[in-house]
């Protein structure tokens, strides 16, 4: 059995702007950021939840032991843990929008542990009941994570046609459970959803695939592994801390890669994105200790914080996504020399490259217009590449970091006309750029080294 590992998705907000909000005397007690409450810090036994809130952030209310009843106001999202350790709260209105709970969301409350049989919050089961054949009750479309964790009564379980979400480890520890029926509108599984049921552990194929075509886990012990062409979806974990995996071929069709899907698969060297990939979440690659190069393409629509924390042998990486770098992309990776950035990302996130002790190059196009002030910290030997009047350049020059002319395509240090032929040479390709050649000479960030390159380095020194 695999190692249960909280692979949950945090409900996190960027601050962008802070919002208040007049609903009561006592308005100051929520702290409300975009439309989430992220914290509740007031002592009254009845809270009504301000009007324009949608979601409610994680450990939001928790171990408050005063409230006694909450009005949700017509939220939609809980975070994990957000009304954890309320002990005393016993009802919960306004809830008929809710169609996503975290975590643990409820539990140690009056409200979850006084009932007994189904509990519906909105559209989620947050609790089943516990008996040996179970249906989903109609009405539900989602089932929340953990929701039926260690029930050992449990033998069959049919999903119906309205249920869309299944949350992380919603059957983790059923071990009697053997008939599972999942309907194909099912699009999201949360990671280890079915670990420890002998469902899972008796399944007759390496590949378990439910709901919409998606790849639960790998229970193979191969090198090289081609996932099946039918799949769309490599879901949370399904690969997690697989040692023997060296080469996974990822067929086109696929469009979205899990949190924690190929985490710790400390033997993966090698597998290249398909062009109908559109999400790698929150820490898909991290701890990869033997993965050595990384081309994230342009198709790539979101990309999760630490998607390759940790990745110690990645050598190079290629960012052509239009999705801002987010936190901690590649924290940690300390054989990392060169990072190109070919596309129109408007923000590095912090601590994107924290601890990348031996990266040398990372090229900044003029998209760029936040740069946190730690995204380079531990990065001591880094050159950053970047047009002179962008704020990219202005950015990392007033951390302290060396920036250098885009252009500079013979790495002497100065922009010349040298640089010019150089990429001249290289286009009609009377020469062969590496990596990091191409880092410096792609001038205008498009991904591709050309005459054009050429000809914006020669308006540079022009004073064009």
């Given amino acids: 059995m695999k190692k249960l590992v909280s692979v949950t998705l945090a409900f996190t907000v ?22 989430v409450l992220l914290r509740y810090s007031g002592n009254d036994a009845e809270v009504s939840v301000p009007e324009d809130v949608y979601a409610i952030d994680d450990y939001a209310f928790a171990d408050n032991t005063k409230l006694t009843s909450v009005d949700l106001n017509g939220v939609s999202i809980i975070g994990n843990k957000a009304f954890s350790g309320c002990k005393n709260l016993s009802e919960i209105k306004g809830s008929d929008h809710v169609s996503s709970s975290g975590a643990f969301a409820f539990e140690n409350t009056a409200y ?22 179970y249906t989903v009750p109609e009405g539900v479309k989602s089932i929340a994570p953990y929701c039926f964790l260690s029930d050992t009564k449990l033998k069959k379980v049919t999903i119906p046609d309205t249920v869309g979400e299944i949350g ?27 670990e420890g049921t002998k469902y899972l552990n008796d399944y007759n194929s390496d590949f378990v695939i439910l709901g919409n075509s ?30 023997t995996i060296e080469n996974v071929v990822i067929p086109e069709g696929i469009s979205y890669i899990g949190m924690r899907a190929f985490a710790e ?9 398909p ?71 408007e923000s590095i996130g912090d601590f994107a490259f924290y601890g990348c002790s031996y990266l040398r190059e990372v090229s900044v196009p003029d998209s760029v217009r936040i740069v946190s002030t730690t995204c380079a910290e531990g990065a001591e030997k880094l050159t950053v590449y970047a047009n002179k009047d962008s704020r990219g350049y202005a950015a990392f020059a007033a951390m302290n970091v060396k920036v250098t002319e885009i252009g500079d395509a013979d790495s002497n240090g100065n922009l010349n006309i040298r ?28 991904g591709i080294v050309n005459v054009r390159d050429a000809t914006k380095v020669q308006k540079v020194l022009a004073g064009i």
């Fill in 14 to 35: 960027t601050l962008l702007v802070f919002c208040t909000f007049s609903v009561s005397a006592d308005a100051s007690d929520f702290q409300v950021e975009n439309g």
């Fill in 265 to 273: 698969c400390s033997s993966l060297e090698q597998f290249s994105f």
């Fill in 112 to 133: 979850l542990s006084g009932k007994s049989g189904n509990v519906i919050l909105g559209s989620v089961l947050l609790k089943g009941a516990s008996s040996e054949t």
């Fill in 419 to 446: 640089d010019a032929t150089f990429i001249q040479k290289a286009s009609a390709d009377m020469i062969t750029m590496n990596l990091s050649n191409r880092l410096r000479a792609d001038a205008d960030f498009n």
């Fill in 168 to 194: 992380e480890g919603a059957f983790y520890g059923c071990s009697n459970l053997t008939s599972l029926v999942v309907s194909e509108s099912v699009s999201y599984i949360g990671g280890f959803a079915f």
């Fill in 275 to 345: 062009s109908s990939l559109a999400v790698v979440a929150k820490e898909a690659f991290a701890d990869c200790t033997s993965l050595r190069k990384v081309l994230i393409p342009d198709t790539v629509e979101i990309v999760g914080e630490s998607a390759f924390l940790g990745c110690t042998s990645l050598a190079q990486a290629e960012y052509f996504s239009a999705c801002d770098i987010p936190a901690g992309l590649f924290a940690e990776c300390t054989s990392l020399a060169s990072v190109y950035i070919a596309s129109d990302l």
């Fill in 214 to 243: 998606i790849l639960v886990d790998y229970r193979g012990n191969a090198s090289e592994v081609t996932i099946p062409g039918n799949v769309l979806q490599i879901g949370a974990g399904a690969f997690y801390k697989n040692n």
